[in-house]
């Protein structure tokens, strides 16, 4: 028994990062408080690192960037499967902790630094040569739409796995029609294939946020889902119809493009997209919004 006992010790030589107890002598020892606006929530129930880290499906030939390992509980899972692992750690106050619990993980590097000032492309040629670069994460909630525009447009990731507040995860997943349908499930919706895992609820966290989170995951699209010839303009148009959500697709064209066209030629562009006059613009899907784009791209240039 006893030397079973010690034997499980030796093995598993890591102290269980979600135990309450763990943290708060850890972080009392470190003189470490929580901050809100650095959206510092840390995981105590130990089944979900693991199981957030199993989805990201990362094995000995990927690189996994992470943005916020706060004590490094996701970061350990992360270690053990992946190739690499790339920590981004806004608080400096968490570096002497990181170095504490990751201390056995040859595979780990913490960059000190805020996620939305590094160079995500630079960071990972530099840091994952030879290895499929993906992203897991337990994001802090406040920047998760810049940070996952970031992610996104630095064109590297082939999946990306990270627990979000679950109504921004629903948004992300929105069909075309549903109240939660916008500018940014297009956004998400042509660069990926979103899928929501599973739902958190807050007594998993320490300190608890007031809202659910769930795990997303984001498998990039290997090309486009339809036919785009100038991507900018296309979220340019798709802005411009959800920027006057409760208004007619017409009407929002029209505040968006009225001093190049007029009414009634935008009343014939969309005739001739096959619309009905009244359409709102968040009834239309990626397919729709591509053929808007290509016959206003071509109005606009009569
Ligand atoms: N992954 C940990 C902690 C998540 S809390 C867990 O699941 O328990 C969010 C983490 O993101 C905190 O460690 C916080 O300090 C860090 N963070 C906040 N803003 C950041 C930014 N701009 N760049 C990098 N890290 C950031």
Known sequence: MVYCFYFMHTKENTMNLCDLNNIRTLLGRHGFHFS????????????????????????????????GPGIGCLTEQLARRAGQV?????????LPV????????????????????LDIAALVDTHFS??????????????????????????????????????????ICALPGTADYGAFSLYMQFYTQPE?????????????PK???AVLRCTA?????????????????VRAAFALRRKTLLNALSAAFGSRLRKDELSAL????????????????????????????AALKH
């Open 270 to 297: 969309l005739d001739a997209c096959g619309f009905s006059p009244t359409v709102r613009g968040e009834t239309l899907g990626l397919a729709e919004f591509a053929r808007l784009t290509a016959h206003l791209q």
């Open 36 to 67: 809100k606006a650095m959206g510092q929530n840390f995981l105590i129930d130990a089944s979900i690192p693991q199981a957030i880290a199993e989805h990201c499906g990362a094995d000995e030939n990927c690189g996994v960037l992470e943005i």
């Open 196 to 208: 929501l895992l599973f739902d958190v609820p807050p007594d998993c966290f320490t300190p608890q």
């Open 98 to 117: 990181l170095e504490e619990t990751l201390s056995e993980y040859e595979n780990v590097s913490i960059v000190s630094g805020d996620i939305m000032k």
């Open 221 to 237: 699209r290997k090309a486009p889902p339809v036919d785009v010839a100038d991507v900018p303009f296309f979220f340019q148009v």
């Open 130 to 171: 030879g290895l499929t670069p993906l992203v897991c994460a337990n994001l802090p909630y406040n920047i998760t739409t810049p940070v996952l525009s970031a992610l996104i447009d630095s064109g590297r990731f082939q999946r990306l796995t990270v627990m979000i507040q679950k109504e921004v995860a629903q948004r």
């Open 86 to 94: 790339v920590s981004v750690e806004l608080d400096r106050r968490l």
């Open 211 to 213: 809202v659910t989170s």
